[in-house]
């Protein structure tokens, strides 16, 4: 198959937002340079605030990946700012948008058939990255599953050795695989990317992910 990529939307209008935050940035120095008084009040200090943090936010965009999902006759790739992960057709049974309480989650979840032969290609910089990213997402799936507030402590655990089935892990990875197990638990998926990251519409790309995977299992079987 041709190999598919979908654009990041997050990496959109980096450009446009960089040179209008420029762009006004020059022109409240021009008029600090041409009234200087305006330097005391402060909606021009708010003024240079939104400049800076515009600028702030259009580099951000330029940094992220242009392609955040490719798609090819090997497998399925998340490309991340902080690297990325690859899994093979077998290697994952689908993808949908998991819910929680009944409503859905702004991530497209990926249910792995094996822990190891993802967990042996994962950087642990990116995993480290996207845990401290995505701790909000444990944090609501223990408290959708938990309403109490009174789950066992070993929950949160997320340090230790992790023993696969053909190896055993340590560190961020060790981490990250305990963060999938518990996920799996409260979700029933084991990674995630955010929806707002594929620049498509969520039910229709999982949708063409899951076709694009039975087709290339049944090329690889025939």
Known sequence: MEKLQYRAATARGGVKTLLLSSGALLLWLLLLLLIPDVLHSSAWVVLLIC???GLIAGYAKLTEPLYVIELDQQGFSYVHHKGRWCIPWPGFSFICVPELAGKELAYIGVKLR???EFLNQLQPRLAVHIMVEQRHLLIAALGSNCPSGTCPTELMVEVGEYR???RSYK???AMFARRMQLLRQLTGFDLFIPISAIGSEPADFCRKVNQIRLQCL???VT
């Open 114 to 116: 094996h822990y190891d």
């Open 51 to 53: 400049c800076v943090l």
């Open 171 to 173: 560190g961020a990875i």
């Open 218 to 220: 049944d090329n690889t």
């Open 164 to 166: 696969g089935s053909t």
